[in-house]
């Protein structure tokens, strides 16, 4: 079974950057489509960002074009999400999740499967 660690996160100053990691565990990587996803507190999850297995990105968010990107590198099993010009209202528990087949990312991200736990990013002065 494929799980998921999310690490990256943290307090920054409107303006900064971070880059998120999604390292995956249990199974390889190259066969999932994999998606970032946001959840503010009293807010309902947001999808952000997508990679397929092939690389290509799908943006969820308009709010973040621009400004974020999605990475992958499979040998590392591991997909990044680099944040710049970070905004207060991108603070939120981000997390990644997998889909099987990965082709393409799906159009809604109730298709992924469960969500790692996230990491927290705060942004604020």
């Known amino acids: 079974q494929l799980q998921f660690v999310e690490s990256g996160g943290g307090l920054v100053q409107p303006g900064g950057s971070l880059r998120l990691s999604c390292a995956a565990s249990?199974?390889?990587?190259?066969?999932?489509?994999i998606g970032w996803s946001r959840q503010a507190p009293g807010k309902e999850r947001e999808g952000v960002l997508c990679?397929?297995?092939?690389?290509?990105?799908?943006n969820y968010a308009r709010s973040v074009e621009g400004r974020f990107t999605i990475s992958r590198d499979n040998a590392k099993n591991t997909v990044y999400l680099q944040m710049n010009s970070l905004k207060p209202e991108d603070t939120a528990v981000y997390s990644c999740?997998?889909?099987?087949?990965?082709?393409?990312?799906?159009?809604?991200?109730?298709?992924?499967?469960?969500w790692g736990q996230g990491t927290q990013v705060t942004v604020s002065s």
């Open positions: 249990g199974l390889s990587l190259n066969y999932y489509a």
């Open positions: 999740a997998g889909l099987s087949g990965g082709y393409v990312c799906p159009r809604s991200i109730s298709d992924f499967g469960s």
């Open positions: 990679v397929s297995n092939s690389g290509r990105a799908t």
